[in-house]
C-alpha cells in the first residue's frame, strides 16, 4: 500500500507551515523540502490544508471508483453525514443524492442510519461498565496516535468499529454480498483505516469531498441537470447528529452534565491530544 500523505519535491518553497501545524511530529526536513515521517504519521491531514503551494497530497482514488462503478456488480456510495455542512452550495440534498446517482451508481445512503448503530452500541458499553475506562473515536487519527504514542492504551480503546463499516455491513445484507461500497467522507485517514476491514465490512473505495467535486465536474454533473432523488433505505434517525460537536452521544441521549456525566468530550488536535494524557493520567 502507498504512502497516504506524499510531498512533491518541486512545489515545496520550505515555508514550515506543514511542520508547525502536524500534531505528531511526523514531518522533517530533507534534501531541502519537507518530507512525511510514515512511522510517525497519523493521516490526520492537517498538513495537506495548510500547504498554501499545494506540495503535500494524498493519495486519489477517483479512477479506482470509476472501475468499481464501471464493473458488472452492484456499488453503493454511502455518504458520511457532514456531507451537507461540506456542499452548501447544492440547494437541496435531494438534487446531490440525484448527482451522485448519475455519476453511475446503483445505491446512494446515508451513513447516519450506521452512525446510529454504533452509538447504540456505546451506550450498552458504557451501560455495562464493570470499571474499565474506554477511549470512544470514529476518527482513524486517534486510534493510530494511541497505537504509535500510547501503546499501553491500546486495550482502552472501544472494540467498535467506525460507523461507515457498520453501513458497509448493512448495504450487503440488504442489497446483496456482492455488493462494492465506496465510502464518501472529509476524512482524508479513512483511506488507509478502511483498508483494514474484510469480509461483510470491507469498503471498496474511499473519496474525500474534494474528489467528490471534481468527478463532478469532469462529468458535467451539477443540479442543474438532474431531478430530486432520496437516499436509499435505510434512513438515518439522529445520526445526522454525527457532524456536531457530541453528535454521536447526543445520537442516544447519553447523560452529557458536567456534575452527574461520566465522559469527557474532545474536539480538534489540542483537545485530543490533551485528553489522552488526561486519559491516560486519571486511568493510569
Same mark, same amino acid.
Given at each position: 500500500?502507498?504512502? $497516504?500523505?506524499?510531498?512533491?519535491?518541486?512545489? @515545496?518553497?520550505?515555508?514550515?507551515? *506543514?511542520?508547525?501545524? @502536524?500534531?505528531?511530529? !511526523?514531518?522533517?526536513?530533507?534534501?531541502?523540502?519537507?518530507?512525511?515521517?510514515?512511522? =510517525?504519521?497519523?493521516?490526520?491531514?492537517? *498538513?495537506?490544508?495548510?500547504? !498554501?503551494?499545494? !506540495?503535500?497530497?494524498?493519495?486519489?482514488?477517483?479512477?479506482?471508483?470509476?472501475? $468499481?462503478?464501471?464493473?458488472?456488480?452492484?456499488?453503493?456510495? &454511502? *455518504?458520511?453525514?457532514?456531507?451537507?455542512?461540506?456542499?452548501?452550495?447544492?440547494?437541496?440534498?435531494?438534487?446531490?443524492?440525484?448527482? &451522485?446517482?448519475?455519476?453511475?451508481?446503483?445505491?446512494?445512503?446515508?451513513?447516519?442510519?450506521?452512525?446510529?448503530?454504533?452509538?447504540?452500541?456505546?451506550?450498552?458499553?458504557?451501560?455495562?461498565?464493570?470499571?474499565? +475506562?474506554?477511549?470512544?473515536?470514529?476518527?482513524?487519527?486517534?486510534?493510530?496516535?494511541?497505537?504509535?504514542?500510547?501503546?499501553?492504551?491500546?486495550?482502552?480503546?472501544?472494540?467498535?468499529?467506525?460507523?461507515?463499516?457498520?453501513?458497509?455491513?448493512?448495504?450487503?445484507?440488504?442489497?446483496?454480498?456482492?455488493?462494492?461500497?465506496? +465510502?464518501?467522507?472529509?476524512?482524508?485517514?479513512?483511506?488507509?483505516?478502511?483498508?483494514?476491514?474484510?469480509?461483510?465490512? =470491507?469498503?471498496?473505495?474511499?473519496?474525500?469531498?474534494?474528489?467528490?467535486?471534481?468527478?463532478?465536474?469532469?462529468?458535467? &454533473?451539477?443540479?442543474?441537470?438532474?431531478?430530486?432523488?432520496?437516499?436509499?433505505?435505510?434512513?438515518?434517525?439522529?445520526?445526522?447528529?454525527?457532524?456536531?460537536? =457530541?453528535?454521536?452521544?447526543?445520537?442516544?441521549?447519553?447523560?452529557?452534565?458536567?456534575?452527574?456525566?461520566?465522559?469527557?468530550?474532545?474536539?480538534?488536535?489540542?483537545?485530543?491530544?490533551?485528553?489522552?494524557?488526561?486519559?491516560?493520567?486519571?486511568?493510569?
Amino acid at each position: 500500500m502507498s504512502q $497516504l500523505v506524499v510531498v512533491d519535491p518541486d512545489k @515545496c518553497n520550505l515555508s514550515f507551515t *506543514c511542520i508547525r501545524v @502536524c500534531p505528531v511530529k !511526523a514531518i522533517k526536513i530533507e534534501d531541502n523540502h519537507a518530507k512525511v515521517v510514515a512511522e =510517525r504519521c497519523v493521516d490526520c491531514g492537517h *498538513c495537506v490544508t495548510v500547504c !498554501a503551494q499545494n !506540495a503535500i497530497s494524498y493519495r486519489q482514488e477517483k479512477d479506482r471508483v470509476r472501475d $468499481l462503478i464501471g464493473s458488472d456488480k452492484p456499488t453503493a456510495a &454511502i *455518504c458520511d453525514p457532514s456531507i451537507s455542512g461540506e456542499f452548501v452550495d447544492i440547494s437541496d440534498f435531494r438534487k446531490f443524492v440525484a448527482m &451522485i446517482r448519475a455519476l453511475g451508481f446503483d445505491y446512494v445512503l446515508d451513513t447516519a442510519f450506521g452512525v446510529d448503530l454504533i452509538a447504540y452500541k456505546y451506550k450498552d458499553l458504557l451501560n455495562d461498565f464493570h470499571g474499565k +475506562y474506554y477511549i470512544h473515536t470514529v476518527c482513524p487519527p486517534v486510534p493510530w496516535f494511541v497505537e504509535k504514542f500510547h501503546p499501553e492504551l491500546v486495550e482502552n480503546l472501544a472494540p467498535l468499529v467506525p460507523p461507515y463499516v457498520a453501513m458497509a455491513k448493512v448495504v450487503r445484507e440488504m442489497y446483496g454480498h456482492d455488493a462494492q461500497v465506496v +465510502y464518501i467522507t472529509s476524512c482524508v485517514a479513512a483511506k488507509d483505516d478502511a483498508r483494514m476491514h474484510k469480509e461483510s465490512g =470491507r469498503v471498496d473505495g474511499v473519496i474525500t469531498f474534494v474528489e467528490l467535486r471534481e468527478m463532478f465536474e469532469e462529468n458535467g &454533473i451539477s443540479e442543474n441537470f438532474v431531478e430530486f432523488s432520496d437516499f436509499d433505505p435505510p434512513v438515518g434517525r439522529k445520526g445526522g447528529l454525527f457532524p456536531i460537536r =457530541r453528535g454521536m452521544l447526543q445520537a442516544v441521549d447519553i447523560n452529557q452534565e458536567l456534575l452527574s456525566g461520566d465522559i469527557i468530550s474532545a474536539n480538534g488536535k489540542t483537545d485530543f491530544l490533551q485528553s489522552i494524557e488526561e486519559f491516560k493520567r486519571e486511568t493510569g
